[in-house]
Nanobody
């Protein structure tokens, strides 16, 4: 069982920046971030493979950057130019599968979630 521990998040005004980090207890092939707004489904924000392949949601391209330190089993999400619609609980997720998928069902391990609130 892989455990994921998240840090970061908080409250920021629109246009501001926040960063998230997530450390896994063991190496997994894909690590990523999901977002869940109140009353909505959990959607992929960004994911990165061990080899550095990256997938972003269209809504965050050009504003968010995902990166990974494989030696530390840690994934980071730098969020710039934040918008109120970026508000939600951000979950770190990890998958042992060899491809990056968007479906929550493809991820076996989840963090506890961290709140990101962007005020207008």
């Amino acid at each position: 069982q892989v455990q994921l521990v998240e840090s970061g998040g908080g409250l920021v005004q629109a246009g501001g920046s926040l960063s998230l980090s997530c450390t896994a207890s063991a190496s997994t092939y894909v690590m990523g971030w999901y977002r869940q707004a109140p009353g909505k489904q959990r959607d992929l924000v960004a994911a990165v493979s061990l080899g550095g392949i990256i997938k972003y949601a269209e809504s965050v391209k050009g504003r968010f950057t995902i990166s990974r330190d494989n030696a530390k089993n840690t994934v980071y999400l730098q969020m710039n130019s934040l918008k109120p619609e970026d508000t939600g609980v951000y979950y770190c997720a990890a998958s042992p599968r060899r491809t990056i998928k968007s479906s929550v069902n493809e991820y076996d391990y989840w963090g506890q979630g961290t709140q990101v609130t962007v005020s207008s």
